[in-house]
Protein backbone atom coordinates (compact mmCIF):
# COMPACT_ATOMS: atom_id res chain seq x y z
CA UNK A 1 0.00 0.00 0.00
CA UNK A 2 1.24 2.96 -1.31
CA UNK A 3 -0.37 5.61 1.18
CA UNK A 4 1.67 5.51 4.45
CA UNK A 5 -0.10 8.45 6.26
CA UNK A 6 -2.71 10.60 5.98
CA UNK A 7 -2.98 13.68 8.79
CA UNK A 8 -5.61 15.63 8.15
CA UNK A 9 -5.53 18.99 10.45
CA UNK A 10 -9.07 20.80 11.29
CA UNK A 11 -7.13 23.92 12.88
CA UNK A 12 -5.38 24.67 9.99
CA UNK A 13 -7.97 23.07 7.43
CA UNK A 14 -4.80 21.31 5.56
CA UNK A 15 -4.47 17.38 4.55
CA UNK A 16 -0.88 16.22 4.39
CA UNK A 17 -0.56 12.81 2.81
CA UNK A 18 2.55 10.85 2.94
CA UNK A 19 3.56 8.04 0.40
CA UNK A 20 6.18 5.64 -0.72
CA UNK A 21 6.49 4.25 -4.62
CA UNK A 22 8.65 1.67 -5.34
CA UNK A 23 10.18 3.76 -8.16
CA UNK A 24 12.81 6.44 -8.88
CA UNK A 25 12.24 10.27 -7.77
CA UNK A 26 12.02 10.99 -11.72
CA UNK A 27 9.67 9.06 -12.47
CA UNK A 28 7.41 10.30 -9.19
CA UNK A 29 8.45 13.85 -10.78
CA UNK A 30 7.02 13.14 -14.20
CA UNK A 31 3.87 12.26 -12.83
CA UNK A 32 3.51 15.64 -11.99
CA UNK A 33 5.43 17.28 -14.89
CA UNK A 34 3.96 15.20 -17.97
CA UNK A 35 0.65 16.52 -18.67
CA UNK A 36 -0.61 13.27 -20.03
CA UNK A 37 0.08 11.22 -16.52
CA UNK A 38 -1.45 14.41 -14.42
CA UNK A 39 -4.38 13.55 -16.45
CA UNK A 40 -4.29 9.61 -15.84
CA UNK A 41 -4.45 10.22 -12.09
CA UNK A 42 -5.62 13.79 -11.14
CA UNK A 43 -9.48 13.17 -11.51
CA UNK A 44 -11.16 9.83 -10.51
CA UNK A 45 -12.30 7.29 -13.87
CA UNK A 46 -15.71 9.29 -13.52
CA UNK A 47 -14.42 12.52 -14.05
CA UNK A 48 -11.31 12.30 -16.10
CA UNK A 49 -9.12 15.26 -16.35
CA UNK A 50 -8.26 16.89 -19.78
CA UNK A 51 -5.01 19.34 -19.95
CA UNK A 52 -5.52 22.69 -21.55
CA UNK A 53 -2.72 24.22 -20.29
CA UNK A 54 0.48 23.61 -19.14
CA UNK A 55 3.16 25.57 -18.31
CA UNK A 56 4.69 23.88 -14.72
CA UNK A 57 7.64 27.39 -14.29
CA UNK A 58 7.28 30.04 -11.58
CA UNK A 59 4.57 32.09 -12.58
CA UNK A 60 2.80 29.82 -14.95
CA UNK A 61 -0.71 27.91 -15.56
CA UNK A 62 -1.77 24.99 -15.82
CA UNK A 63 -5.66 24.59 -16.56
CA UNK A 64 -7.73 21.71 -16.70
CA UNK A 65 -11.29 20.07 -16.70
CA UNK A 66 -12.76 17.10 -15.36
CA UNK A 67 -15.63 16.04 -17.28
CA UNK A 68 -18.87 14.30 -15.42
CA UNK A 69 -20.09 11.30 -16.57
CA UNK A 70 -23.23 13.55 -17.90
CA UNK A 71 -20.41 15.42 -19.95
CA UNK A 72 -20.85 18.72 -17.48
CA UNK A 73 -16.75 19.94 -17.20
CA UNK A 74 -15.60 21.45 -14.25
CA UNK A 75 -12.88 23.26 -15.04
CA UNK A 76 -9.44 24.39 -12.27
CA UNK A 77 -6.48 26.15 -12.55
CA UNK A 78 -3.37 26.20 -11.26
CA UNK A 79 -0.94 28.63 -10.25
CA UNK A 80 2.53 27.90 -10.20
CA UNK A 81 4.79 29.13 -7.55
CA UNK A 82 7.72 27.39 -7.51
CA UNK A 83 9.31 24.35 -9.45
CA UNK A 84 12.45 22.62 -8.03
CA UNK A 85 12.48 19.87 -10.15
CA UNK A 86 12.88 16.70 -9.35
CA UNK A 87 11.97 17.26 -6.05
CA UNK A 88 9.49 20.41 -5.17
CA UNK A 89 6.57 21.85 -6.52
CA UNK A 90 4.21 24.29 -5.21
CA UNK A 91 0.99 25.85 -6.60
CA UNK A 92 -2.71 27.33 -5.71
CA UNK A 93 -5.45 25.54 -7.21
CA UNK A 94 -8.64 27.45 -7.77
CA UNK A 95 -12.25 26.60 -9.26
CA UNK A 96 -12.49 27.90 -12.92
CA UNK A 97 -14.68 28.60 -15.59
CA UNK A 98 -14.58 25.59 -18.72
CA UNK A 99 -12.43 28.31 -20.36
CA UNK A 100 -9.72 28.66 -17.81
CA UNK A 101 -10.20 31.36 -16.24
CA UNK A 102 -10.18 31.62 -12.30
CA UNK A 103 -13.46 31.89 -10.83
CA UNK A 104 -14.27 35.00 -8.47
CA UNK A 105 -14.86 34.82 -5.00
CA UNK A 106 -14.34 30.40 -4.85
CA UNK A 107 -11.54 28.88 -2.23
CA UNK A 108 -8.21 28.30 -3.70
CA UNK A 109 -6.22 25.45 -1.77
CA UNK A 110 -2.67 26.08 -1.76
CA UNK A 111 -0.66 23.07 -2.68
CA UNK A 112 3.19 21.28 -1.52
CA UNK A 113 4.44 18.49 -3.13
CA UNK A 114 7.84 17.01 -1.85
CA UNK A 115 9.86 14.28 -3.45
CA UNK A 116 12.72 12.60 -1.07
CA UNK A 117 14.80 9.22 -1.77
CA UNK A 118 13.64 6.99 1.08
CA UNK A 119 14.17 3.13 1.35
CA UNK A 120 15.01 2.92 -2.39
CA UNK A 121 12.19 4.37 -3.54
CA UNK A 122 10.36 7.84 -3.35
CA UNK A 123 8.42 9.33 -0.74
CA UNK A 124 5.88 11.84 -2.04
CA UNK A 125 4.44 14.37 0.61
CA UNK A 126 1.63 16.50 -0.19
CA UNK A 127 0.15 19.30 1.81
CA UNK A 128 -2.82 21.27 0.91
CA UNK A 129 -3.89 24.18 2.80
CA UNK A 130 -7.68 26.14 2.28
CA UNK A 131 -7.09 29.41 4.28
CA UNK A 132 -10.52 29.26 6.33
CA UNK A 133 -12.98 26.53 7.25
CA UNK A 134 -15.89 27.84 4.50
CA UNK A 135 -13.88 27.48 2.24
CA UNK A 136 -13.01 23.95 2.62
CA UNK A 137 -16.84 23.26 3.05
CA UNK A 138 -17.27 25.24 -0.16
CA UNK A 139 -14.61 22.97 -2.31
CA UNK A 140 -15.89 19.34 -0.29
CA UNK A 141 -19.49 20.36 -1.02
CA UNK A 142 -19.17 21.39 -4.81
CA UNK A 143 -17.32 18.32 -4.95
CA UNK A 144 -19.88 15.89 -2.75
CA UNK A 145 -22.99 17.29 -4.77
CA UNK A 146 -21.92 15.50 -7.85
CA UNK A 147 -20.81 12.78 -5.44
CA UNK A 148 -23.98 12.58 -4.15
CA UNK A 149 -25.81 13.07 -6.97
CA UNK A 150 -23.95 10.00 -8.83
CA UNK A 151 -24.82 7.90 -5.24
CA UNK A 152 -28.12 8.17 -5.07
CA UNK A 153 -28.07 7.59 -9.03
CA UNK A 154 -26.29 4.59 -7.81
CA UNK A 155 -29.12 3.49 -5.67
CA UNK A 156 -31.82 3.77 -8.76
CA UNK A 157 -29.69 1.92 -10.42
CA UNK A 158 -29.61 -0.79 -7.94
CA UNK A 159 -33.49 -0.64 -7.36
CA UNK A 160 -34.16 -0.71 -10.90
CA UNK A 161 -31.96 -3.83 -11.31
CA UNK A 162 -33.79 -6.04 -8.54
CA UNK A 163 -37.09 -4.89 -9.48
CA UNK A 164 -36.33 -6.08 -13.10
CA UNK B 1 -23.48 4.40 17.25
CA UNK B 2 -25.52 6.01 20.04
CA UNK B 3 -29.18 6.26 20.24
CA UNK B 4 -29.75 9.66 18.67
CA UNK B 5 -26.84 8.86 15.87
CA UNK B 6 -29.45 5.24 14.95
CA UNK B 7 -32.20 7.80 14.75
CA UNK B 8 -30.91 9.96 12.35
CA UNK B 9 -29.58 7.34 10.08
CA UNK B 10 -32.65 5.73 10.14
CA UNK B 11 -34.42 9.16 8.97
CA UNK B 12 -32.00 9.18 6.45
CA UNK B 13 -32.14 5.75 4.94
CA UNK B 14 -35.81 6.56 5.55
CA UNK B 15 -36.15 9.54 3.32
CA UNK B 16 -33.52 8.06 0.72
CA UNK B 17 -35.40 4.67 0.35
CA UNK B 18 -38.44 6.52 -1.80
CA UNK B 19 -37.89 6.72 -5.69
CA UNK B 20 -39.74 10.64 -5.52
CA UNK B 21 -37.97 11.87 -2.69
CA UNK B 22 -34.50 10.66 -4.11
CA UNK B 23 -35.39 12.78 -7.42
CA UNK B 24 -36.56 15.86 -4.98
CA UNK B 25 -33.33 16.03 -3.40
CA UNK B 26 -31.55 15.85 -6.55
CA UNK B 27 -33.46 18.93 -7.94
CA UNK B 28 -33.17 21.05 -4.42
CA UNK B 29 -29.13 20.36 -4.65
CA UNK B 30 -28.56 21.84 -7.72
CA UNK B 31 -30.54 24.63 -6.54
CA UNK B 32 -33.75 26.60 -4.53
CA UNK B 33 -37.05 24.86 -5.74
CA UNK B 34 -40.43 25.86 -4.81
CA UNK B 35 -42.45 23.12 -3.06
CA UNK B 36 -45.05 24.36 -5.77
CA UNK B 37 -42.48 24.59 -8.54
CA UNK B 38 -41.41 20.46 -7.28
CA UNK B 39 -45.30 19.44 -6.84
CA UNK B 40 -45.61 20.29 -10.83
CA UNK B 41 -43.25 17.92 -11.73
CA UNK B 42 -45.07 14.92 -10.39
CA UNK B 43 -47.93 13.22 -11.02
CA UNK B 44 -49.28 13.57 -7.43
CA UNK B 45 -51.29 16.10 -5.36
CA UNK B 46 -49.38 19.16 -3.79
CA UNK B 47 -50.07 17.64 -0.41
CA UNK B 48 -48.50 14.41 -1.17
CA UNK B 49 -45.23 16.47 -2.79
CA UNK B 50 -45.14 18.54 0.32
CA UNK B 51 -45.20 15.24 2.67
CA UNK B 52 -41.89 14.46 0.46
CA UNK B 53 -40.23 17.54 1.16
CA UNK B 54 -41.30 17.40 5.09
CA UNK B 55 -39.70 13.47 5.36
CA UNK B 56 -36.74 14.91 3.78
CA UNK B 57 -36.32 17.96 5.97
CA UNK B 58 -36.65 15.54 8.76
CA UNK B 59 -33.75 13.84 7.86
CA UNK B 60 -32.16 16.75 7.68
CA UNK B 61 -31.25 16.60 3.82
CA UNK B 62 -33.28 19.64 3.08
CA UNK B 63 -34.13 23.29 4.49
CA UNK B 64 -37.02 25.09 3.81
CA UNK B 65 -37.76 29.03 4.02
CA UNK B 66 -41.02 31.35 3.32
CA UNK B 67 -40.92 33.91 0.95
CA UNK B 68 -44.14 35.50 0.35
CA UNK B 69 -46.61 33.01 0.29
CA UNK B 70 -43.70 30.62 -1.91
CA UNK B 71 -42.26 27.75 0.70
CA UNK B 72 -38.58 27.18 -0.97
CA UNK B 73 -36.94 24.28 -0.49
CA UNK B 74 -33.26 23.97 -0.85
CA UNK B 75 -30.50 20.36 -0.34
CA UNK B 76 -28.71 21.11 2.98
CA UNK B 77 -25.87 18.66 2.68
CA UNK B 78 -23.08 20.99 4.05
CA UNK B 79 -25.40 21.68 7.34
CA UNK B 80 -24.69 17.88 8.18
CA UNK B 81 -21.12 17.65 8.17
CA UNK B 82 -18.19 19.18 10.63
CA UNK B 83 -15.30 20.06 9.11
CA UNK B 84 -13.72 17.05 9.94
CA UNK B 85 -15.40 15.09 7.76
CA UNK B 86 -15.58 17.34 4.69
CA UNK B 87 -11.38 16.66 5.57
CA UNK B 88 -12.46 12.92 5.06
CA UNK B 89 -13.91 13.56 1.92
CA UNK B 90 -10.84 15.05 0.84
CA UNK B 91 -8.78 12.79 2.32
CA UNK B 92 -10.49 10.11 0.10
CA UNK B 93 -9.90 12.48 -3.11
CA UNK B 94 -6.08 12.23 -2.10
CA UNK B 95 -6.66 7.92 -1.63
CA UNK B 96 -7.75 7.49 -5.00
CA UNK B 97 -5.23 9.87 -6.69
CA UNK B 98 -2.41 7.48 -4.40
CA UNK B 99 -3.93 4.35 -6.08
CA UNK B 100 -4.39 5.51 -9.43
CA UNK B 101 -0.97 6.30 -9.42
CA UNK B 102 0.22 3.63 -8.26
CA UNK B 103 -1.76 1.75 -10.46
CA UNK B 104 0.00 3.70 -13.54
CA UNK B 105 3.74 2.99 -11.95
CA UNK B 106 2.33 -0.58 -12.32
CA UNK B 107 1.61 -0.35 -16.15
CA UNK B 108 5.33 1.78 -16.78
CA UNK B 109 7.65 1.75 -13.50
Partial sequence: ?164 | MTDAEEKRADALFHALADRTRRDILRRVLAGEHSVSALARSYDMSFAAVQKHVAVLERAGLVSKRRSGREALASGEVEAIRSVASLLDELEAVWRGRISRIDDLLADRP
Fill in chain 1, 1 to 164: MPVTSIDTNVDDHSIVVISDFPATLERIWQLWSDARQLEKWWGPPTYPATVTDFELVPGGKVGYYMTSPEGKKFGGLWRIESVEAPRRLTFTDAFADADGTAAEGMPVGTCVVELTEHDGGTRMVTTTTYATAEDLEKVVAMGMEEGLTGAISQIDDLLAAEAA
